[in-house]
C-alpha cells in the first residue's frame, strides 16, 4: 500500500511500468522483518521523477518499517 502498488495486483508483468515493477521489487525486501535491506541503485533507470518520488517512497517505508537502508549507486 505504501509503495502504491494496489493496482498491479491484478495485472501481469508485461501490463505494469518499469517503475511500478521496481517499486514491486522494492516491497518484496520489506515482506519479511529485517533489520537491513541494501539496495543498489534499483531506480537507476527511472526518469528523474520518478527516480525522487520511488527513492523518497522507500526512504519513508524503512523508516516507518524501523528497518536501517543502505542505498548503494554508482
Do not use: H
Not at 30 to 46: G, H, N, Q, S, T
Amino acid at each position: 500500500q505504501e509503495l502504491k502498488l494496489q493496482k498491479c495486483i491484478d495485472e501481469f508483468p508485461s501490463e505494469i511500468s518499469l517503475s511500478e515493477y521496481l517499486r514491486g521489487i522494492c516491497a518484496r525486501a520489506f515482506v519479511e522483518y529485517k533489520k537491513i535491506v541494501i539496495m543498489d541503485d534499483l531506480y537507476a533507470d527511472l526518469s528523474i521523477d520518478e527516480k525522487g518520488s520511488s527513492k523518497l517512497l522507500t526512504y519513508w517505508l524503512a523508516k516507518k518499517l524501523n528497518v536501517t537502508l543502505i542505498y548503494i549507486t554508482s
